[in-house]
């Protein structure tokens, strides 16, 4: 294993080393029980919200000007700090995180695994999605302004139809994959990156299927959306975009790019 010095004197780590790092990663999730992910994916779910909220309270706190989209996109980071920094599963990480092992074993059992942990992951988010939408639609416990706001970043995330938000989602699946990549070279810089992409996917639109399942299910929640229609029009395309950035586009090149260096134990 071949670490070079940058200018600064830091360690930086070659890329075949972020490659078994990740890979490392991924074989423990592999390993955990399935009651484990799911628990945690729910939390996952729920936290994912604060996204939702955090960016409605900046919205509400902000005068209306031109710069106040690019401040209040900030707010997106919230959930996904809580959620990576927490340790959480989502399912977005898991594009890149369980995949690596799949395509490094290539065997029929490891990628059973695989779909096995995407399947329970992403079902445990959306209960924790609807858990946490349903606390935004019904509870006192947020004004009628913030309820207000949550109803208008919903109705604008779920709205673009199928194509655009599986096009939309294509971009967010890289960077979510590119955050997962990147925080193994900057451990001490984790926080930055998580806020700078997730800023970007909310300053760019782009759809994540997670923090927009809270956004579907406060619609649907809320009678102004159908289970079909939030499923097939947002849900749907916007995974098959996430899964496309987040594991043909990006993991694949990583892949590419160290397979040649990397040998099996």
Known sequence: MSNAENADGQTSIAARDV???????????LARPFTSLFWSGIAAGILISFSVLTEAYLRASLPDTEWRFAIENFGYSMGFLLVILGRMQLFTEN?????IPAIYERSLKCTVQMLKLW?????????????????MAF?????AEVVGIVNDLSKHATGYGFSESL???IPAGILIAAIVWMIP????????IVILFTW??????FTHVVAGSVEMAFLILTGQMGIIEGFTVF????????VIGGTVIFTLLAWAQVKLEVEKD
């Open 139 to 143: 509870s006192s416990g947020l004004s």
């Open 119 to 135: 399947g329970i992951v992403l079902f445990a988010n959306v209960i924790g999605a609807f858990v946490a939408a349903a606390f």
């Open 235 to 242: 849900f749907v395309p916007t995974f098959l975009g996430n």
């Open 167 to 169: 096009v939309r989602g």
């Open 19 to 29: 490659f078994t790092v990740i890979r490392e990663a991924g074989e423990e999730e």
């Open 185 to 192: 070279s900057a451990p001490s810089a984790q926080v930055l």
């Open 95 to 99: 594009t890149i995180t369980t995949v």
């Open 200 to 205: 970007l996917i909310a300053m760019g639109d």
